[in-house]
C-alpha cells in the first residue's frame, strides 16, 4: 500500500492498472534497493495483486475487478538436463559404508526422519 500512497492513489478506486503494473515491475526496496525484480518476484507481486482485487470485487468494495486486466507474465524457461550413464550406474550401486541413525548425547536420533 507505501506504492499506492507514494503514487497518490489514497482511496482504493483511485488505483488504476496502470499503477497497478507498474508496481508488479516496481525495483526492490530494503536491501536490494535500485534492483530489477526477478521473475519470482514479479510473479509473486502479480498473484498478489489478482488475489487482492478479486476478494475486493466478490465483497463489494470495488465495481472492477483489476487484477484480472494485469497481462500475463511469459513462461519460465527452466532446463532440466537428463543423466548420464554414469550417474545413472552410480545411482543403482549400493553403498558402500552401513549407515546407522546417530544419535544426540541425549540419547534420541539426532534427525527427525530417524524418530520413527
Same mark, same amino acid.
Given at each position: #500500500?507505501? $506504492?499506492? @500512497?507514494?503514487?497518490?492513489?489514497?482511496?482504493?478506486?483511485?488505483?488504476?492498472? *496502470?499503477?497497478?503494473?507498474?508496481?508488479?515491475?516496481? =525495483?526492490? @526496496?530494503? &536491501?536490494? %534497493? %535500485?534492483? $530489477?525484480?526477478? *521473475?519470482? &518476484? /514479479?510473479?509473486?507481486?502479480?498473484?498478489?495483486?489478482?488475489?487482492? $482485487?478479486?476478494?475486493?470485487?466478490?465483497?463489494? &468494495?470495488? *465495481?472492477?475487478?483489476?487484477? %484480472? !486486466?494485469?497481462? !500475463?507474465?511469459?513462461?519460465?524457461?527452466?532446463?532440466?538436463?537428463?543423466? +548420464?550413464? *554414469?550417474? &545413472?550406474? @552410480?545411482?543403482? +550401486?549400493?553403498?558402500?559404508?552401513? /549407515?546407522?541413525?546417530?544419535? @544426540? !548425547? !541425549?540419547? #534420541? =536420533?539426532?534427525? =527427525?526422519? %530417524?524418530?520413527?
Amino acid at each position: #500500500m507505501a $506504492y499506492a @500512497t507514494a503514487c497518490r492513489c489514497d482511496l482504493v478506486c483511485d488505483v488504476s492498472s *496502470e499503477v497497478l503494473w507498474q508496481w508488479v515491475n516496481s =525495483p526492490a @526496496t530494503g &536491501i536490494r %534497493a %535500485a534492483q $530489477y525484480p526477478s *521473475e519470482n &518476484i /514479479r510473479r509473486l507481486r502479480r498473484a498478489v495483486a489478482v488475489a487482492v $482485487y478479486r476478494t475486493w470485487f466478490r465483497l463489494g &468494495i470495488t *465495481e472492477r475487478n483489476l487484477g %484480472a !486486466s494485469l497481462p !500475463s507474465l511469459p513462461g519460465v524457461q527452466r532446463v532440466v538436463s537428463a543423466f +548420464t550413464a *554414469e550417474q &545413472i550406474q @552410480t545411482s543403482k +550401486t549400493p553403498p558402500t559404508e552401513k /549407515r546407522t541413525a546417530r544419535t @544426540t !548425547s !541425549s540419547g #534420541m =536420533p539426532g534427525h =527427525p526422519c %530417524a524418530w520413527r
